[in-house]
Structures are given as structure tokens and as C-alpha cells.
Nanobody, 122 residues
Framework: VQLQACGGGSVQAGGSLRLSCVAA????????LGWFRQAPGKAREFVALISPSSSDTTYGDSVKGRYTISRDNAKNTVYLQMNSLRPEDTAVYYC????????????????WGQGTLVTVSS
């Protein structure tokens, strides 16, 4: 599976951004999709995951209530709507994929996009 993310940029605290990521390749049987991020000097953390059918989602504690993950399977695209952004949300955001049955397990994500930088200024 190949993943191409876009939509990053710079925004002031309190603002919003929407990331998108297109998946190509072996997606016919359904894949789990997710967003992760890595801030400078910090370990990568999972942000949000979504099941193949979109029926289930899970979020990291730091983004609950502010971020929303969604997907459009007809377009093989996953989105991340980020609201109420904070300076601590500054990071490179990566989309990733895994098999359908492991969608809720962050450690099972093995296919990664190139990352898109989000910078939030105070």
C-alpha cells in the first residue's frame, strides 16, 4: 500500500487544518487507516485510527474532542480534521495503514506515507 498525505501547514493556536491521505495498492479487502505524529525530539504517537468500514474510530488522549478522523472508501482517502489546534500539536503527521483486522492496534501499522508538517504558533 502506498500512501500520500497532504494538507499540512502553519496556523495560529485555536485554528483548524484538514489533512488528507490517499491510499493506493492493495486496498480491495479493506484496510485500517490511521494518523500518527512525531514532534521534534519526541517519540512517534498515534493520533487517530479508523476501521475499514468507518464504523469505529479511536483517538489518542491528547486529541480527543478536537480531532476527527474520517474516510471515503470510494476515493481511498482518509482525512484528519484538526480543530482548536495548540502549539503542542506541532509535529510531522503521518498517515499509515494496516490490515483490516488489526485496525485498532497502533503497533500493527506497517505502511507509512511521507509525512506532512503541521506548525501551530502561539
Amino acid at each position: 500500500v502506498q500512501l500520500q498525505a497532504c494538507g499540512g501547514g502553519s496556523v495560529q493556536a485555536g485554528g483548524s487544518l484538514r489533512l488528507s491521505c490517499v491510499a493506493a495498492g492493495r486496498t480491495r479487502d479493506g484496510i485500517g487507516l490511521g494518523w500518527f505524529r512525531q514532534a521534534p525530539g519526541k517519540a512517534r504517537e498515534f493520533v487517530a485510527l479508523i476501521s475499514p468500514s468507518s464504523s469505529d474510530t479511536t483517538y489518542g488522549d491528547s486529541v480527543k474532542g478536537r480531532y476527527t478522523i474520517s474516510r471515503d472508501n470510494a476515493k481511498n482517502t482518509v482525512y484528519l480534521q484538526m480543530n482548536s489546534l495548540r502549539p503542542e500539536d506541532t509535529a510531522v503527521y503521518y498517515c499509515a495503514s494496516t490490515g483490516a483486522r488489526s485496525w485498532s492496534r497502533p503497533n500493527e501499522y506497517g505502511y507509512w506515507g511521507q509525512g506532512t508538517l503541521v506548525t501551530v504558533s502561539s
